[in-house]
């Protein structure tokens, strides 16, 4: 291919709504170009990688015993409806169409892969199977960001599995882990498998798939001891006290605070550290019932609270939001900064860090005072006692107790076990060999496709540009002809890129009227792993450069050797 042929103009300048390096070079090198916030139109070379992914994927999910489907992007309500979804996905883009129907666009396919195997799957025979789709999802982003990262239109692989019992369910779900860990491998990335949060998609078993980039959105913690792994959302603390034995007796004191509204203005002024001082949170959130509830979290100062744990233990059916500093001024009496537990009415969250105090200081209600001696039980109800806290780098493992250590991440894969949460709500049943009705157990697994992509930007990259691996690269050589006018050296290189696609390589050819150094940098930017640069001033020595564009190696062959040095370096390149 000759970049003649193609529409491709590279930009010098960053854009000025991107936030992440990869945004920035997928723009800059043409491969995507912003339509509307979160939708972008995907250019021919990122295309190619695309293409190249899901080619990547199908193999591999083949080998896993998967077939490939393709499911509408609408959906219809009345399948949201069964499987009780259609309130609480707030991600949904929802409309009508002339008929007055309710519809969606497909954020995810788990009703409909339910309704479209519900007639096939009538006997324990029709168990297992295993079912995927690549397609577009939409998924309706309050504030898209950082590209193909957080965007609103996403081309996803999506796959689910039905087995008759939960250990066949299991079964599947390990063999999808270990489908997905070679595909992962074949990428030639850096990643990490992290237990995680199932969200919005259900049950009670997930893993996630993490690239792992220096200014990745998400955080695991990592145990280099025993191997433990988890998302930071779902990570537990590790408490080393359990139980109020040794609470202080001291009775409960008001005391002035003026103008002391933060845990570290306060923890300043009473010369005690943070840790050694009470957080108080009002959140609310929606419960089974649909009705809107307010809850108030209590953790140590020096901690953030983990409202993922928070919404599995309250167990609401939404993302559970903080309350706004007039909700808290009309719960409490008090402006956010002087509140406390004590004589509020809603229930009381408290981790279990605190039992490691004698008693708290806490906001009393009333603008710039606070209440020292508190003590659970005593002065405040207590409704449950739960981890709600935020692990971190240093923690104790929570498998063998050695400190956890840190990395940021991109998540661009998850597994989940289902169970029976779509299955029964939608009749999903089948004759086992008694011929007595039984639910189907599920599963589902997606990976981001073009998320996946600019993740491996993301890790790889420098401040030239791409670095992309063989295996998803657009293209595998790049040749920079810097004579195009010059018909020997068009005839050479038209010989070695049909040798190099005779073996399956495939080569892009730089034949512009630019200059070396323009050509070069656009090299650069673009990743290809390797670059040959033909020119009439090597060739009249016989030589060519070839570069590896991640080791950053020039190597100065003879012109003859060229084609088979090409070979040699993609051996060696991932």
């Known amino acids: 291919m000759k970049w003649s042929q193609i529409t491709l103009k590279t930009l010098r300048e ?5 936030e992440m390096e ?3 070079l997928l723009v ?3 491969m995507i170009k912003k339509l509307a916030p979160g939708i972008f139109s995907y250019g021919f070379l990122l295309l190619r990688s695309i293409r190249k992914f899901e080619g990547i994927l199908r193999e591999e999910l083949g080998k896993a015993g998967c077939h490939e489907i393709l499911m509408p992007m609408v959906q219809p309500a009345s399948l949201w409806q069964l499987s009780g979804r259609w309130p609480h996905m707030t991600e949904l883009l929802k409309f009508k169409n002339k008929n007055q129907h309710d519809f969606c666009l497909g954020a995810t396919h788990e009703e409909v892969i339910v309704d479209f195997v519900k007639n096939d799957l009538q006997s324990y025979r029709d168990l297992p199977t295993n079912i995927y789709q690549i397609q577009t999802k939409y998924r309706d982003e309050i504030r898209p960001r950082f590209g193909l990262m957080r965007g609103r239109e996403f081309i996803m692989k999506d796959a689910y599995s039905f087995d008759a019992n939960k250990d066949g369910a299991l079964q599947s779900y390990e063999g999808m882990r270990k489908a997905y860990m070679e595909i992962f491998n074949r990428l030639g990335v850096e990643f990490t498998v992290v237990q995680a949060d199932s969200g919005a998609i259900g049950g009670d078993l997930s893993h996630e798939f993490q690239v792992v980039a220096d200014h990745g959105m998400d955080h695991v913690l990592l145990c280099n001891d025993c191997g433990y792994s988890a998302n930071t959302e779902v990570a537990p603390v590790v408490t080393k006290k359990q139980g109020t034995e040794s609470w202080s007796e001291a009775p409960m004191e008001k005391f002035s605070t003026p103008g002391l509204r933060s845990i570290e203005d306060l923890a300043k002024a009473l010369k005690l550290d943070a840790n050694q001082l009470v957080k108080t949170f009002f959140v609310k959130y929606q419960n089974a019932q649909g009705d809107w509830m307010d809850a108030t979290l209590l953790l140590p100062g020096s901690r953030e609270v983990n409202l993922i744990k928070v919404k599995t233990i309250l167990g609401a ?3 559970v939001e903080p309350l706004s500093d007039a909700e808290v001024k009309k719960l409490t009496g008090a402006a956010s900064g002087s509140c406390g537990p004590v004589g ?3 229930q009381v969250v408290m981790d ?6 004698e008693s708290f200081v806490v906001g009393a209600n009333e603008d710039d005072f606070h209440l020292k001696n508190v003590v659970p039980g005593r002065d405040f109800q207590v409704t449950l006692d739960a981890d709600i806290s935020q692990a971190t780098a240093g923690d104790d493992c929570p498998q063998c107790g050695k400190p956890l250590t840190e990395k940021r991440g991109i998540e661009v894969g998850h597994i989940f076990y289902l169970g029976t949460k779509y299955a029964e709500p939608m009749g999903l049943q089948f004759l086992d060999e008694n011929g007595k009705s039984q639910t189907v157990e599920m599963g589902c697994y997606g990976i981001g496709v073009t998320r996946s992509l600019q993740a491996i930007v993301e890790q790889s990259h420098d401040e030239d540009g791409m670095m992309w691996p063989k295996s998803v690269a657009p293209f595998s050589v790049h040749v920079c002809l810097l004579d195009p006018e010059d018909s020997e050296l068009s005839q050479w290189t038209e010989k070695l890129v049909k040798d190099l696609e005779s073996s399956g390589v495939d080569v892009f050819v730089d034949d512009r009227a630019e200059r070396p150094g323009i050509k070069f940098k656009d090299a650069d930017l673009l990743g290809f792993p390797l670059r040959v640069v033909v020119g009439k001033r090597g060739m009249d020595k016989g030589e060519i450069e070839v570069f590896e564009r991640k080791k950053k190696q020039k190597h100065v062959v003879p012109a003859d050797r060229v084609y ?4 040699s370096l993609l051996e060696l390149c991932f």
């Open 564 to 567: 088979n040095q090409c070979l």
């Open 14 to 18: 960053n854009p000025a709504d991107a």
């Open 22 to 24: 990869s945004h920035r």
């Open 352 to 357: 279990p860090l605190l039992n490691q105090l």
């Open 344 to 346: 509020i009415t809603t």
């Open 28 to 30: 800059r090198s043409g």
């Open 317 to 319: 059916v939404a993302e």
